[in-house]
Nanobody, 120 residues
Framework: VQLQASGGGLVQAGGSLRLSCEASGRIFRIYSMGWYRQAPGKQRELVAS???????NYADSTKGRFTVSRDNAKDTVYLQMNSLKPEDTAVYYCNADAKYSALASRVEYWGKGTQVTVSS
């Protein structure tokens, strides 16, 4: 399973960005998908996640500003980020909990990350 993220960039504080991440390759089933981020000198942290049935989970710092969604037919997860703040600056990583075959174990897969920079 490969994850390809896109949509990062430079935006002013208060602006918006939309990240996308498409899963490809040999996929039997994708369970949860989500986004994590890592700022310089900090640990990677959960931003938002979504289950196959649409249940969502958000970090307290992103509730009300970010929205995670997914298109199961396209094996794609999205992150709509509004009211961006300089402290949202980080590399954003796509994550998927998936199986590549019916008999395989569930594995966490990671994308390469996309940079989001919010200027003040």
């Amino acid at each position: 399973v490969q994850l390809q993220a896109s949509g990062g960039g430079l935006v002013q504080a208060g602006g918006s960005l939309r990240l996308s991440c498409e899963a490809s390759g040999r996929i039997f089933r994708i369970y949860s998908m989500g986004w994590y981020r890592q700022a310089p000198g900090k640990q990677r942290e959960l931003v938002a996640s979504i289950t196959g049935s649409g249940g969502t989970n958000y970090a307290d710092s992103t509730k009300g500003r970010f929205t995670v969604s997914r298109d199961n037919a396209k094996d794609t997860v999205y992150l709509q980020m509004n009211s961006l703040k300089p402290e949202d600056t980080a590399v954003y990583y796509c994550n998927a909990d998936a199986k590549y075959s019916a008999l395989a174990s569930r594995v966490e897969y990671w994308g390469k990350g996309t940079q989001v920079t919010v200027s003040s």
